[in-house]
């Protein structure tokens, strides 16, 4: 399995948020654990968001940054993972004090201790800038991205509610990214349309878009995004929570691929969606019965699209084979 698209807050275990409350002496609620979860009745991308504030808590110390990058892929690796970009933006850690590179440096540290010992398993992080935030507040994670390159980061993104803060706002904040020669990733058309996108890849210099549902598919995009060989990184289950899309059927997967438009399957927030890149690629095989070359295609689109080096992916495209048959009944096994 692979996720080029998965939000470390988003994505807690509940052991995770017993540990770290424990340590902190934090209150979890009398609803816990159903309150890391979002409601059935969500209503909107910022109702989604607003599962992020009890993990953002437990998230404001060097131990506990560590603590759960760690976490995270160990888990994801006793899963069966071969590969993963973890996504956080270090701004959101600075509560208690810490400046964003000492979020930035104990990811690393919990990354490369994780890492360690692990056969047929790597990982990245991607800095997030976000949208509710200007530039001076925005530019260090930029910054540390090129600082941090040999250290684990493979690229910068930008998230946060779309509706309100339109791309284009963050067209110098990018521009240092391409200056310093940065992977490139954008949230975009999940909550708005194929502007946004665009915007993402024109001005933005995005090389992947985060979601995309809503990408018009005229041949002028069409175009575009195939020539400049842009990948969208799907995340079906939190488009649903988020009202973002109506259902799994309206997934645009075969239409994007009829097109060209090259799809990845992620999970976008493993606790707050309540999900796997497994349970999402068993939802998209129960609508559009994927066949085992489907989903080697798939997955194939992750590895090239992936922020990861030559060699990684070149391991990588021979451990899908390898794999693949496994994994292909995984998703079967529920029909």
Wanted: charged share 25%; aromatic share 10%.
């Amino acid at each position: 399995m692979i996720d080029l698209h998965l939000h470390l807050d988003g994505s807690l275990s509940v052991d995770d948020f017993k540990f770290l409350a424990e340590q902190q002496k934090v209150d979890l609620g009398e609803d816990f654990p159903n309150n890391i979860y979002v409601n059935s009745d969500c209503k909107s991308l910022e109702e989604y968001l607003e599962r992020f504030d009890l993990p953002l808590k437990l998230l404001q110390d060097e131990l506990s940054i560590g603590y759960a990058v760690s976490s995270l892929i160990n888990r994801l690796y006793e899963m069966g993972y071969i590969y993963a970009e973890i996504r956080f933006a270090p701004q959101l850690h600075t509560q208690k004090g810490m400046s964003q590179e000492d979020v930035v440096i104990a990811a690393c540290a919990g990354l490369k201790s994780a890492l360690e010992g692990k056969k047929d398993f790597y990982a990245g992080l991607i800095l997030c800038a976000m949208r509710q935030s200007d530039y001076d507040t925005n530019l260090p994670a930029i910054i540390l991205a090129e600082r941090y390159k040999k250290h684990g980061v493979v690229a910068v993104d930008l998230a946060g509610p779309e509706a309100f803060h339109e791309g284009n706002y963050y067209k110098d904040l990018f521009q240092e990214a391409k200056n310093r020669n940065l992977n490139i990733t954008i949230h975009a058309g999940e909550a708005c349309g194929s502007e946004e996108v665009m915007t993402a890849i024109n001005v933005l210099g995005a090389k992947r878009i985060g979601h995309g549902v809503h990408l018009d598919l005229s041949h002028r995009n069409v175009v575009d995004v195939t020539q400049k060989n842009i990948t969208f990184e799907f995340c079906p289950t939190s488009n649903l929570q988020t009202t973002s899309l109506e259902s799994y059927e309206k997934v645009p997967l075969k239409e994007f691929d009829r097109f060209g438009v090259k799809v990845c399957i992620n999970s976008d927030n493993m606790t707050v969606s309540n999900t796997s890149v497994l349970e999402e690629y068993r939802h998209l095989h129960k609508v559009f019965n994927l066949q085992k070359y489907e989903v080697r295609h798939f997955l194939m689109n992750s590895i090239n699209a992936s922020f990861a080096s030559l060699e990684q992916k070149n391991k990588l495209l021979k451990l899908i084979d390898l794999k693949l048959n496994d994994f292909y009944q995984q998703i079967i096994k529920e029909d």
